[in-house]
């Protein structure tokens, strides 16, 4: 399994975009897209820079009616491609949305593109993520999803029909565990994903501020190509400094393609196929913490 996606490059027809005002860094701005003949951004285009004061964690998302035109976002640094909105994991009313870290007194810049031509007037905002608190497995989804940070209220559960737990490709998210349990143990794949508690495509970090808090990989035998209890895509990485993580059955605890450091926590697996943490051309760094199996083939 792979797990990679693969990079959306977009025509765009001459899509001229002005951006509302709605939060702070965001400007009325008219972004023209000249026409892509090699599916790649058009010099010409006019694109929209800013500038953060502060450094730290930020959220770019448009929202609202787009006339099914469809636009993306590509975020540049200098002349570096280092965020483009996924499109997957998304709410419908949302044009896109990033959530990267961005450094202060630097300036970088903001491109829109679509398939289609025209003008169409989008609200752009800019903003720092405030802290959310969830307490069901839907609630969880959306705001890992969406970036920041996010703290349980309460153990959330999996249902045979629910998807995954997801962080794309270029979000940043933290989750404080709180001493409360995502368990995955119900998840079937009935939805057509493979089966794994988390997915971490983008930056996730794990913690439990209260000290017994734990992930559960779904169930083998049950599930439709089940995994384990997360998997570190190759463009993901997950940093671990407290929390359980726990597997039974399953052919991994964490697979690994992209980057793990672990700096504390337990990682707990039974009876697993393969191992505990199974490195697949990822990069595992184990600072602090515990990694047992038992039984495992």
């Known amino acids: 399994m792979t797990g990679k996606r693969l990079l959306r490059l977009l025509p765009a027809l001459c899509l001229a975009v002005c951006l509302t005002t709605v939060c702070a860094l965001a400007a009325t701005q008219t972004l023209t897209l000249g026409r892509n003949e090699n599916k790649s951004?058009?010099?010409n285009g006019t694109p929209y820079t800013f500038t953060p004061a502060e450094t730290g964690l930020y959220r770019i998302r448009s929202?609202?009616?787009n006339d099914?035109?469809?636009p993306r976002a590509e975020l540049y640094l200098g002349d570096t491609l280092i965020a483009e909105d996924d499109d997957i994991v998304v709410p419908e009313d949302l044009n896109f949305r990033l959530c990267v870290e961005l450094t202060a007194d630097t300036a970088y810049t903001l491109k829109l593109y679509s398939n289609f031509g025209g003008t169409i007037s989008?609200?752009?905002?800019?903003?720092r993520p405030t802290p959310v608190t969830v307490t069901s497995w839907n609630a969880l989804r959306d705001a890992l999803s969406a970036g920041g940070?996010?703290?349980l209220g309460g153990n959330v559960a999996a249902s045979a029909s629910s998807e995954w737990q997801e962080v794309p490709q270029y979000t940043v998210s933290t989750l404080d565990l709180n001493g409360?349990?995502?368990?995955g143990s119900a998840l079937t794949g009935s939805n057509g994903n493979d089966s794994e508690t988390l997915h971490v495509e983008g930056t996730l970090t794990l913690l439990d501020s209260v000290g017994t808090g734990s992930v559960t990989a779904p169930q083998a035998g049950t599930a439709r190509n089940v995994y384990g209890a997360v998997t570190v895509d190759g463009t993901g990485s997950f940093t671990m400094n407290g929390g359980t993580i726990t597997a039974s059955g399953t052919p991994y605890g964490v697979l690994l393609c992209g980057a793990f450091a672990m700096n504390g926590g337990t990682v707990s697996v039974s009876d697993v196929r393969y191992g505990a943490v199974e490195v697949n051309g990822g990069v595992f760094t184990l600072t602090n913490g515990t990694v047992s199996a038992s039984g495992a083939a």
């Open 68 to 70: 099914d035109r469809d």
């Open 149 to 151: 940070p996010v703290t």
């Open 180 to 183: 409360h349990t995502v368990d």
């Open 63 to 65: 929202e609202g009616a």
């Open 122 to 127: 989008l609200p752009v905002c800019i903003e």
């Open 41 to 43: 951004m058009s010099e």
